[in-house]
């Protein structure tokens, strides 16, 4: 599980969005995002660093390197489909013009403001910006992406010892993007989303095979190419524990679910942490997975019988279908970064500094995951015999 399944890819958060709203007369005017470029003219780029540990699998832990953005940046933000991946609508007929039921591919449109908005530029033959493929994250994240590192070695904190070195990745992990009922094909009928894969660190191959010690803190530190050394540390913490579904049985290594059972799903963490991520994928023909659900789960209450950390989770009207529900226990620091989502600005819940000791942006933890199958299944029909 890569940190970008556990969690959304949130490139809005590499940006200063400022925003304005103008009232006159009772009456609004729509700013172009660019008219406020100049209030970040001294804007300097900085480093964000987001890396996890798997004490799972080791082979699964990442590290993210990116170059944070404006979002007034217009060489980044053209409204141009600059790769040239853009796909306009299938002319079936061959009449000149997009027809109902023809497949639009990327020409989708832009929704227009409010529940009944119609689709501005739907089927134009144009890519206009906002459509799949113009300004997307194949043509953005290269550009935000710091391959450059000279070295990037794990340790063990207390003493030192060489663990494991990375190396630079161009398809380090994916997520996907939804554009509803009238996005993109895909391969998978009725899937209407594109997968994403992005760059990052990860263990070299001959490290892969590692086990980390749940309990032992680690460091991993970064040498960057004009000598900044930047470094940060986590403790791997124990799997999710006590999973509990009544009304449920187990077939080889899938739960089934029947669709009309009320009971809850729930589990604990370990008293070091309050944080649990929480992954549901649709499983496709060929073990494919499309994401479906994800989430931080944050525990509010202790087990009375154990005293740990419980989560329930409920999972009423959910499709009828094979899942890969993964529960993954993170460290709390990382577990406090992502669930504040983090303001650019506020540097209170980063665990990564340089070598002057100066905060640098981002976070360092480990996630401990447990992976298993759910089936939901229509309910037995009560009138049979």
């Given at each position: 599980?890569?940190?970008?399944?556990?969690?959304?890819?949130?490139?809005?958060?590499?940006?200063?969005?400022?925003?304005?709203?103008?009232?006159?007369?009772?009456?609004?005017?729509?700013?172009?995002?660019?008219?406020?470029a100049?209030?970040?003219?001294?804007?300097e780029?900085?480093?964000?660093?987001?890396?996890?540990?798997?004490?799972?699998?080791?082979?699964?832990?990442?590290?993210?390197?990116d170059?944070?953005?404006?979002?007034?940046?217009?060489?980044?933000?053209?409204?141009?489909?600059?790769?040239?991946?853009?796909?306009?609508?299938?002319?079936?007929?061959?009449?000149?013009?997009?027809?109902?039921?023809?497949?639009l591919?990327?020409?989708?449109?832009?929704?227009?403001h409010?529940?009944n908005?119609?689709?501005?530029?739907?089927?134009?033959?144009?890519?206009?910006?906002?459509?799949?493929?113009?300004?997307?994250?194949?043509?953005?994240?290269?550009?935000?992406?710091?391959?450059?590192?000279?070295?990037?070695?794990?340790?063990?904190?207390?003493?030192?010892?060489?663990?494991?070195?990375?190396?630079?990745?161009?398809?380090a992990g994916?997520?996907?993007?939804?554009?509803?009922?009238q996005?993109?094909?895909?391969?998978?009928?009725?899937?209407?989303?594109?997968?994403?894969?992005?760059?990052?660190y990860?263990?070299?191959?001959?490290?892969?095979?590692?086990?980390?010690?749940?309990?032992?803190?680690?460091t991993?530190?970064?040498?960057?190419?004009d000598?900044?050394?930047?470094?940060?540390?986590?403790?791997?913490?124990?799997?999710?524990?006590?999973?509990?579904?009544?009304?449920?049985?187990?077939?080889?290594?899938?739960?089934?679910?029947?669709?009309d059972n009320?009971a809850?799903?729930?589990w604990?963490?370990?008293i070091?942490?309050?944080?649990c991520?929480?992954?549901?994928?649709?499983?496709?023909?060929?073990?494919?997975l499309?994401?479906?659900y994800?989430?931080?789960?944050?525990?509010?209450?202790?087990?009375?019988?154990?005293?740990?950390?419980e989560?329930p989770?409920?999972?009423?009207?959910?499709?009828?279908?094979?899942?890969?529900?993964?529960?993954?226990?993170?460290?709390?620091?990382?577990?406090?970064?992502?669930?504040?989502?983090?303001?650019?600005?506020?540097?209170?819940?980063?665990?990564?500094?340089d070598?002057?000791?100066?905060?640098?942006?981002?976070?360092?933890?480990?996630q401990?995951?447990?992976?298993?199958?759910?089936?939901?299944?229509?309910?037995?029909?009560?009138?049979?015999?």
């Amino acid at each position: 599980m890569s940190i970008i399944k556990t969690m959304r890819y949130r490139l809005l958060q590499y940006s200063l969005i400022p925003l304005a709203l103008l009232l006159l007369q009772s009456c609004t005017e729509e700013l172009s995002i660019a008219d406020f470029a100049d209030a970040f003219q001294d804007y300097e780029q900085e480093l964000r660093l987001e890396g996890i540990l798997n004490s799972v699998d080791f082979s699964k832990s990442i590290l993210r390197v990116d170059k944070t953005i404006l979002i007034t940046d217009t060489t980044l933000y053209n409204g141009i489909d600059d790769n040239g991946d853009w796909v306009t609508y299938t002319d079936v007929n061959a009449n000149g013009i997009w027809d109902e039921g023809e497949p639009l591919n990327d020409d989708i449109g832009i929704k227009a403001h409010g529940p009944n908005g119609e689709y501005e530029g739907r089927g134009n033959g144009i890519p206009d910006p906002g459509e799949p493929h113009v300004d997307d994250y194949i043509e953005i994240l290269p550009q935000i992406h710091d391959s450059t590192l000279v070295s990037v070695i794990l340790r063990e904190t207390g003493n030192q010892v060489f663990v494991a070195e990375y190396e630079w990745s161009d398809s380090a992990g994916y997520f996907d993007e939804g554009f509803g009922d009238q996005g993109p094909p895909s391969e998978i009928k009725d899937a209407t989303f594109i997968r994403y894969y992005y760059g990052g660190y990860i263990p070299k191959i001959e490290y892969t095979g590692i086990q980390l010690t749940n309990g032992t803190e680690y460091t991993i530190e970064l040498t960057t190419t004009d000598g900044r050394i930047i470094s940060a540390s986590t403790t791997p913490i124990a799997l999710p524990l006590n999973l509990q579904w009544p009304g449920t049985t187990l077939s080889v290594d899938t739960i089934l679910v029947s669709i009309d059972n009320y009971a809850s799903l729930t589990w604990n963490t370990p008293i070091e942490t309050n944080f649990c991520g929480v992954i549901i994928d649709e499983v496709h023909p060929g073990d494919s997975l499309r994401g479906f659900y994800s989430s931080m789960a944050v525990a509010i209450n202790l087990d009375n019988e154990t005293g740990l950390p419980e989560y329930p989770a409920n999972f009423i009207g959910m499709p009828l279908g094979l899942y890969k529900m993964t529960l993954a226990s993170y460290s709390m620091d990382y577990g406090n970064y992502i669930y504040s989502g983090l303001p650019l600005r506020d540097r209170a819940l980063s665990n990564w500094r340089d070598q002057a000791g100066n905060v640098v942006l981002g976070a360092f933890g480990a996630q401990s995951p447990v992976e298993f199958y759910l089936r939901f299944l229509a309910a037995p029909d009560s009138t049979s015999g």
